[in-house]
């Protein structure tokens, strides 16, 4: 069976994520799918661009973590191996210098971050729930979420990177250059077929300008804990988990590899963030909280994970910052 539909005979192609049972998450075929799908858009010269949907409720929820979670277990080359293929897919679609279009009608979490904000325009809906929960898992925020996330600044990239919170409002979405443009929910069918149809980028524009209005503003400090926000916006993570029974429910380990993912992101370009992407996803697939993660929250579903270490304070710190060398 099929997860993907392209259509590749107009010269804006169409590709569709049709896999809405596990909320369009990403499998290695989806993977191998999408990137063969983004060559094609790149090497067809009638083509000036691509379009992404999602079927259902969701864009694209994530990776298929359980999946990775079994090619880790048997080897963790295999894992390798599939986040390495997502990461130079994100890399591909992000460095385009063709038109590329997303729109995210609904959840967009993880590795959909990854596909969606890898695109020129980012259309959100009131349905679309953005996030990076990956710390909830024994992960982080890769995809190059890091540095999506450092650009929000003010303490908002630690706070989302860290609580994995899910950010809804399409007016904060805007606000942070989370998605370009907003679309009402009961305009995007509509949407589709016109943007189908264009045979340019001012077409794209064109339709943009006509479906596309300024969402509902509200101040996104409104929907957090401030007194957290706070203690990130002076960097002190060791503070945050002190104050946040959140954080502490969260692994020591994927939060401190978070902090310092996305604080050195907030002074790089996508691609030295990405390929750290890869560096820390390795660590991840030899180390116990990731599979500890998945099986608490995803297979036996008792939500009760058992960190190792479980303090952050006892992490064995020159792993870590081996980690966190250059890497390009």
Not at 164 to 174: D, K, Q, T, W, Y
Not at 215 to 238: F, H, Q, Y
Request: charged share 25%; glycine share 8%; net charge negative.
């Amino acid at each position: 069976m099929s997860f993907l539909n392209t259509i590749q005979s107009k010269p804006l192609h169409q590709l569709h994520l049709n896999r809405p049972e596990a909320l369009n998450a990403l499998n290695m075929s989806m993977i191998e799918g999408i990137s063969a799908a983004i060559n094609a858009m790149h090497a067809d010269e009638n083509a000036f661009g691509l379009v992404i949907t999602g079927e259902g409720r969701a864009f694209c929820a994530g990776g298929d973590i359980k999946a990775a979670r079994t090619l880790g277990s048997r080897d963790p080359k295999l894992a390798d191996a599939y986040f390495k293929l997502e990461y130079e897919m994100n890399r591909s679609l992000f460095g385009s210098d063709k038109c590329t279009v997303a729109i995210m009608d609904g959840v967009t979490m993880g590795g959909g971050v990854g596909v969606a904000n890898a695109c020129q325009y980012r259309i959100c809906t009131d349905n679309t729930k953005w996030a990076m929960p990956e710390t909830a898992i024994g992960f982080f925020p890769d995809v190059g979420g890091a540095y999506y996330l450092a650009q929000m600044g003010e303490g908002l990239d630690l706070y989302f990177g860290l609580t994995g919170a899910v950010i809804a409002n399409p007016s904060h979405l805007i606000t942070y250059n989370l998605a370009t443009h907003y679309v009402p929910a009961d305009k995007i069918e509509d949407f589709k077929v016109v943007l189908s149809e264009a045979k340019n980028e001012d077409d794209v524009k064109t339709c943009l300008d006509r479906f596309s209005t300024t969402p509902e503003g509200s101040n996104i400090t409104d929907t957090i804990d401030i007194e957290m926000l706070k203690v990130l916006k002076n960097n002190d993570l060791e503070g945050a988990i002190k104050k946040s029974k959140l954080l502490q429910s969260k692994s020591p380990t994927s939060l401190m590899l978070a902090y310092r993912h996305i604080m050195m992101a907030s002074d790089e370009g996508f691609e030295a963030v990405s390929h750290r992407d890869l560096k820390l996803a390795k660590y991840c697939m030899r180390h116990s909280d990731f599979f500890e993660g998945v099986r608490a929250l995803l297979i036996d579903k008792d939500k009760n994970p058992q960190w190792i270490p479980d303090k952050i304070e006892d992490l064995d710190m020159s792993k870590i910052n081996a980690l966190f060398t250059k890497t390009i």
